[in-house]
């Protein structure tokens, strides 16, 4: 993402999705993929980068009420940045699922929910309490070292909260509606069976250390 080595900060990119657009069907429909990532996660990019823009003339001209006013703008847009690159890389093609059965993560799951089962539950119920739009959870706090599912409203990262994000789900209409209209609840349910469990595994063992 860093174009050269300096420490400033640099302008994001679009990062390119690991697999097609039409990988995830029957699960997500390609023409969601489509949208969610040409347009949606482009224009949190662009506006990040829009934003930053303006952020470093802002400081550069000591102007502390427009660094102030630009804080809205950057931690939404590049929260959507943050949270669909996390997104993109938690999933993959509905045939290559394999359900997570072992490992530390799995018992720790066990550990915190009963059952994995019980866990999937409370993933879906989470995500159906989300008031307007938002993303719903699996999260690590490494105060606490516990897992919870927590969520959170429009695009703000987790990071915000003090929590290191294992897996998030977002559910904006824009990630479902075209398919599951206001069946967000099947949306979720077939969402669980395209988590890249690996993936999400390293980073609970990352996160753990
Ligand atoms: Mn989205």
Redesign the pocket.
């Known amino acids: 993402m860093f174009t050269d080595s300096s420490t400033e900060l640099q302008p994001l990119v679009l990062p390119e999705l690991p697999y097609a657009y039409n990988a995830l069907e029957p699960c997500i429909a390609e023409e969601i993929m489509r949208l ?1 990532h040409t347009k ?2 482009q224009a949190y990019v662009n506006n990040f980068n829009a934003a930053l823009e303006k952020f470093k003339k802002a400081e550069s001209e000591q102007n502390v009420a427009e660094v102030l006013f630009l804080q809205k703008a950057l931690n939404f847009n590049g929260g ?1 940045h943050l ?2 690159s996390l ?1 993109w890389t938690s999933l993959l093609p509905p045939q290559d699922f394999r359900p997570l059965q072992e490992g530390a993560l799995f018992k720790k799951i066990e550990e915190t929910w009963g059952s994995f089962e019980n866990f999937e539950q409370e993933w879906v119920k989470s995500g159906l309490g989300i008031q307007g739009s938002g993303w719903s959870w699996l999260s690590y706090c490494p105060q606490s070292k516990h897992l919870s599912l927590q969520t959170t409203s429009n695009q703000d990262p987790l990071s915000n909260l003090g929590y290191i994000p294992l897996c998030g789900i ?1 559910v ?1 209409e ?2 479902y509606y075209l398919q599951y209209k206001n069946d967000r609840g099947s949306y979720i349910k077939a969402l669980l069976k395209c988590l890249n469990w690996s993936e999400i595994e390293k980073r609970f063992n990352k996160a753990v250390g």
Do not use: R
Request: avoid cysteine; proline fraction near 0%; charge should be negative.
């Open positions: 969610h949606h996660h959507g949270n669909h997104f977002d904006w824009h990630a």
